[in-house]
């Protein structure tokens, strides 16, 4: 096992003059759980590629362990690769399919029969050793890829959205499977998702990219509690946090004609324009007598045990929807219009300008 180290590492594509990875700084402690999330063609999935030696390194440097493996080539630096395709040989067993890497690699028949067996053992799949890959459902073939993995006993295991082809349920499943094998085996892992419930569900620390640029790196709970600024409060959580614009002044924040509570630290801060957060279930619905923002309901989700109200507030001519955790079964009707509050210390504050945080 090793530490994962990017010290400024920068790759900008061909024809492009914005990089695909902007001076990246990561430290990925040994036998750690990362996790990189972020949308669409933020650099995620080209930073793993980089670490793996598929993607060239255009400045700065990328060290496992001690060792800088920036100009090694893939085979020599002691990775295992999962991909979101599964790539297994239709032809061949799966015992055949996860042994395929260490006859490659010179390991005679008994080792590599005693490596399969094990990593089979802890995978579920002893049974499946002599079906086909087209014989296995998608869980199970996502689980002999990891299996082909495991077997060669890497330094780190690099993970590109591997869960990506597989239906709602098995997912949930499945990751489940993958955090609990991965802390078992204590193997530095580094595993890429665009799903934000994935990566707080799954991972030790999360890495937030945007563009290239790493936005924050921490706990999922340090993450979803005080998010560095707009980008990561609104990727952060589902549903996603309220981000309502609002105006600082002597008697606090106020959204359109609510004042809205915040804290000192962001009070004493904040000035003009800023823009408030608020999560669904920091809301509560304002009892009587009480101020509180109005929303107008379009739906209520019902869940069972609590449900969502989504609804929208108008804020300057402007209308922004809001979501509201019901945590009791309260009868709201579609079209009525509701008042909810919170209090200062659920209330994130950050410049609008820049999106910085301005909460404490």
């Known amino acids: 096992m090793a530490s994962v180290r990017f010290d400024n590492a920068q790759r900008i594509y061909p024809g492009s003059d914005t990089p695909a990875v902007d001076h990246l700084d990561l430290d990925i402690e040994d036998g750690e759980f990362m996790v990189l999330v972020g949308p669409s ?208 002044g002597p008697d606090g924040a106020r959204i359109g004609d609510y004042r809205v509570p915040i804290d000192r630290t962001a009070a004493a801060r904040s000035s003009g324009d800023i823009t408030v957060g608020v999560r669904p279930e920091a809301w509560r619905v304002a009892g009587e007598g009480e101020t509180g923002l109005p929303v107008t309901v379009s739906v209520i989700e019902e869940l069972g045990a609590d449900g969502f109200l989504y609804g929208t507030t108008e804020v300057d001519g402007a209308v922004h929807d809001v979501v509201v955790r019901l945590d009791e079964r309260r009868t709201v009707e579609k079209g009525a219009t509701v008042h909810v509050t919170t209090n200062p210390a659920r209330v994130h504050v950050f410049e609008t300008a820049t999106g910085e945080r301005l909460s404490a």
């Open 41 to 248: 063609g933020c650099g995620k999935s080209t930073s793993l590629r980089m670490l793996a030696g598929l993607e060239d390194v255009d400045e700065g440097d990328i060290f496992i362990g001690d060792r800088n493996v920036t100009l090694m080539p893939p085979k020599k630096r002691d990775i295992a690769m999962v991909f979101q395709n599964y790539a297994l040989y239709p032809h061949m067993s799966v015992a055949e399919n996860m042994a395929f890497s260490l006859k490659m690699a010179g390991f005679g028949k008994e080792a590599r029969t005693s490596r399969v067996l094990e990593a089979a053992k802890v995978l579920g799949l002893d049974q499946y050793l002599d079906r086909k890959p087209k014989a296995l459902s998608g869980g199970q073939r996502q689980r002999v890829a990891m299996g082909r993995a495991i077997v060669r006993q890497p330094q780190v295991f690099c993970m590109d959205e591997p869960l990506s082809n597989l239906d709602a349920k098995l997912r949930v499943s499945t990751r489940t499977q993958i955090a609990a094998l991965q802390q078992r085996l204590g193997i530095t892992t580094v595993y890429v998702t665009h799903d934000q419930v994935e990566a707080m569900t799954m991972g030790d620390r999360v890495a937030v990219m945007r563009d290239g640029v790493l936005q924050q790196v921490d706990t999922p709970l340090n993450l979803y509690d005080r998010p560095a600024n707009l980008f990561v409060a609104g990727f952060i959580g589902s549903p996603s946090m309220n981000l309502l614009p609002a105006v600082a």
